[in-house]
């Protein structure tokens, strides 16, 4: 290596200089701390915490959607209930002119279509078209009582992003009140307000798109009730048309 610097003329002084340069600044690079992340400490608790006053009202939003869902699930399992026989036992009781059996049947079987055969029957010796008004009626009635408390929902698929929005409101006066106050644009300083600013928005977001959503996945329930009501009516209208055996 030495013959190598002196037949290309170098100093070897000149050599030694930079070698010497070479080790300090690796020492210095060595001698650098490693800065690291901090541990994400933050989870989804403390995350809401930071949305500020707003996230009160949304959270009760949020619960009470839930609420309205699991109710109106449970109501909504036992008003589709199938039971295949019902009508067929339905339409040999009646034939056979046992309408308290009848009743007392569409009474036990505590679904929306037995309800409205049971307005049926009691109205069995009027008119035709009276014995449908009635069941209509009824039927009407059954489906009011399914749709209960659907519109909490309706309003808070509505409101929860309005909410959202005056929490990004006041997030923004946050962020302008810290400045004036600091003279400073420091992320420091406005990290605050944009905490409020961002996680009220999203919040508001993600309730009202969750209401929005249960409100639909309900109402299309709700729309096959009403559906297997009208196909079981016309076939109660069918069986008092059939000539007694």
């Known amino acids: 290596m030495l013959g190598l610097i002196l037949q290309t003329g170098i100093n070897p002084s000149t050599v030694a200089g930079v070698v010497d340069t070479l080790k300090q600044a690796s020492a210095g690079i060595a001698d650098v701390p490693v800065t690291t992340l901090p541990d994400d400490s933050y989870n989804l608790l403390s995350m809401v915490v930071k949305g500020g006053v707003m996230m009160i009202p949304l959270a009760i939003l949020f619960?009470?959607?839930?609420?309205v869902m699991v109710e109106r699930l449970i109501v909504l399992s036992r008003a589709s209930k199938r039971n295949d026989g019902f009508v067929a036992s339905i339409k040999d009781l009646v034939q056979k002119g046992n309408l308290d059996a009848a009743r007392a049947m569409c009474k036990n079987n505590q679904t929306p279509?037995?309800?409205?055969?049971?307005?049926?029957i009691s109205r069995i010796g009027q008119p035709?078209?009276?014995i449908r008004e009635a069941m209509v009626e009824a039927a009407t009635v059954e489906i009011g009582k399914l749709e209960k408390n659907l519109s909490i929902l309706n309003?808070?698929?509505r409101i929860a992003p309005m909410f959202g929005f005056i929490g990004t409101i006041i997030g923004v006066i946050k962020i302008f009140y810290d400045i004036a106050l600091m003279k400073t644009v420091e992320i420091e300083?406005?990290?605050t307000g944009l905490y409020e600013k961002?996680?009220?928005?999203?919040?508001?977001?993600?309730?009202g798109v969750l209401a929005f959503i249960l409100y639909h996945v309900l109402n299309a329930?709700?729309?096959?009730?009403?559906?297997?009501?009208?196909?079981?009516?016309?076939?109660?209208?069918d069986i008092l048309n059939e000539p007694a055996h």
């Open 155 to 157: 309003i808070t698929g």
């Open 128 to 130: 035709m078209t009276e």
């Open 221 to 237: 329930r709700i729309d096959k009730v009403a559906h297997r009501m009208e196909e079981e009516k016309m076939h109660f209208l």
């Open 113 to 120: 279509i037995g309800t409205m055969i049971d307005k049926g």
């Open 189 to 191: 300083v406005i990290s």
């Open 198 to 207: 961002m996680v009220s928005s999203g919040g508001g977001l993600v309730v």
């Open 63 to 67: 619960l009470l959607s839930i609420y």
